[in-house]
């Protein structure tokens, strides 16, 4: 069904073997988090180094969520990547920041709402990317976040 909001999420504290629906509904954390949105591997490390100089700061905690399109001709279960993969990728990023972190894989079959429905309102998300002249797919992420109501930091690389 086209409409169909269904996400998948596979997430824990660098366990990533846990599988489960994800309710449409926010988490009932306490602590004040920092999302890090995972765009490729040395901008996500630029991400989670800024996230984590804030974390230290707010006494925060970062969830780094990687968000996975699903085409409708495949089941949602199945993605086309292969999530090991994936899922070791992230377990290393997160291995390397310095307060805790916890890891989001959603696989959904719309990414904006997905996130809609993931992020609490109001949170404050850090991307990471290049600096370009042209706008950047994390650029034009950024820009619908803040429209969504969110704080969004950009952290470029050196």
Same mark, same amino acid.
């Given at each position: 069904?086209?409409? =169909?909001?269904?996400?998948?999420?596979?997430?824990? !504290?660098? =366990?990533?073997?846990? /599988?489960?629906?994800?309710?449409?509904?926010?988490?009932?954390?306490?602590?004040?988090?920092?999302?890090?949105?995972?765009?490729?591997?040395?901008?996500? $490390?630029?991400?989670?180094?800024?996230?984590?100089?804030?974390?230290?700061?707010?006494?925060?905690?970062?969830?780094?969520?990687? $968000?996975?399109? #699903? !085409?409708?001709?495949?089941?949602?279960?199945?993605?086309?990547?292969?999530?090991?993969?994936?899922?070791?990728?992230?377990?290393?990023?997160?291995?390397?920041? !310095?307060?805790?972190?916890? #890891?989001?894989?959603?696989?959904?079959? =719309?990414?904006?709402?997905?996130?809609?429905?993931?992020?609490?309102? &109001?949170?404050?998300?850090?991307?990471?990317?290049?600096?370009?002249?042209?706008? /950047?797919?994390? %650029?034009?992420?950024?820009?619908?976040?803040? &429209?969504?109501?969110?704080?969004?930091?950009?952290?470029? $690389? %050196?």
């Amino acid at each position: 069904m086209k409409g =169909d909001a269904e996400l998948l999420l596979v997430s824990g !504290p660098l =366990d990533l073997g846990a /599988t489960r629906h994800l309710p449409a509904g926010v988490s009932q954390r306490s602590k004040l988090e920092v999302v890090v949105l995972f765009t490729d591997a040395s901008g996500t $490390l630029a991400a989670l180094r800024l996230a984590a100089q804030l974390g230290r700061s707010l006494d925060a905690r970062i969830n780094l969520v990687a $968000l996975q399109a #699903v !085409p409708y001709a495949l089941e949602l279960a199945r993605p086309a990547i292969v999530m090991e993969w994936l899922e070791e990728r992230l377990r290393d990023l997160a291995s390397k920041s !310095p307060i805790d972190t916890r #890891v989001d894989i959603i696989v959904s079959r =719309d990414i904006r709402r997905a996130l809609r429905q993931v992020l609490k309102p &109001h949170s404050l998300v850090v991307i990471g990317g290049r600096r370009r002249w042209w706008r /950047t797919r994390e %650029q034009r992420l950024a820009e619908k976040l803040r &429209h969504d109501g969110h704080q969004v930091i950009s952290a470029y $690389l %050196q």
